[in-house]
């Protein structure tokens, strides 16, 4: 019985190439940065132009299909040391490295395209700048220090400052309450990730990645530092009501749901186990959708 166990665990893992390539975007993944960005443009544009929120859907889950495929080919190796990765594309075998590679770098081409061309300059640049930061610094990174994540949060921030500058006109624009939106996800992942990381801290050990902020792994200075981070978010998530963006309605919607964030990551400083910690990494999937979505309302 245990020999046939094995044979069936080791047999090959295969399904098409238009699955595989699906896969390689991570689909989900890529539909929530776009969903970032989307928000992001409502919440700030002044009056909506049909062919932006076109451009910014199709290019911005093109730019971060390719930041993540690019992300899978520099870590095929590894991926398939992991529970949770080594089902993917590259691991399986199921695409090549240069398949891979040419269908990223297309996908590039086109998403900077249509940010460029159809939103502004600034909006392609700042998808470039996503992709090269993603794969080349952060992906390398993971292996290194667990200051990979706060350089990771800056392309994974970057979907807000798009969509804030596919709003503006001419070569494109950095407005303040852009800034303002871009750091509320920007410290939004250090909760998100950290909890993500405390999750399969196991899994992620097996590649040497260090994803947790004390190298330590699942020690008392992680749990500090997640506390800390999840608390810090929750004025900044207020700022703007105070600079008079939005209105007493968003800023009670995002009041509760900082609460609700802070008492989630207290619980997991408490007790330090993966189950507070699934209970963090769903409530951040919750969070940010909901303030985003309070933001655009600007009530």
């Not at 993966?274 to 655009?296: C, E, H, N, T, W």
Request: net charge positive.
């Amino acid at each position: 019985m245990q020999t046939i166990k094995n044979t069936i665990e080791s047999e090959p893992i295969i399904y098409s190439k238009a699955t595989a390539y699906f896969k390689l975007t991570k689909f989900t993944l890529s539909a929530l940065v776009v969903f970032s960005a989307v928000i992001t443009y409502f919440t700030v544009a002044e009056e909506f132009q049909i062919q932006k929120i076109i451009a910014l859907c199709v290019g911005g889950f093109l730019v971060t299909g390719a930041a993540n495929g690019f992300n899978q080919i520099i870590e095929k190796d590894l991926d398939a040391l992991m529970n949770r990765t080594k089902t993917r594309p590259l691991p399986t075998s199921n695409l090549t490295k240069t398949q891979a590679f040419i269908f990223c770098l297309l996908l590039s081409l086109i998403g900077i395209f249509l940010l460029g061309a159809f939103c502004n300059l600034l909006s392609g640049i700042v998808g470039f700048a996503s992709i090269l930061l993603y794969a080349l610094i952060y992906t390398p990174l993971k292996r290194k220090t667990p200051f990979s994540v706060f350089v990771g949060a800056f392309p994974g921030a970057f979907p807000t400052l798009i969509g804030s500058v596919a709003a503006t006109e001419g070569f494109g624009q950095i407005h303040f309450f852009g800034i303002l939106l871009f750091f509320i996800q920007f410290f939004w992942q250090f909760p998100h990730f950290w909890a993500i990381a405390w999750v399969s801290h196991d899994d992620y050990q097996r590649a040497g990645f260090f994803m947790l902020p004390s190298k330590g792994g699942r020690d008392k200075s992680s749990r500090s530092q997640i506390l800390v981070y999840t608390l810090a978010l929750f004025p900044l998530s207020l700022t703007p009501y105070i600079f008079n963006y939005t209105g007493w309605t968003s800023a009670t919607v995002v009041s509760a749901m900082g609460l609700v964030f802070i008492y989630q990551a207290f619980q997991l400083y408490k007790s330090g186990t993966i189950a507070d910690a699934r209970k963090l990494m769903f409530g951040s999937f919750i969070y940010l959708p909901v303030v985003q979505l309070a933001l655009m309302t600007k009530f």
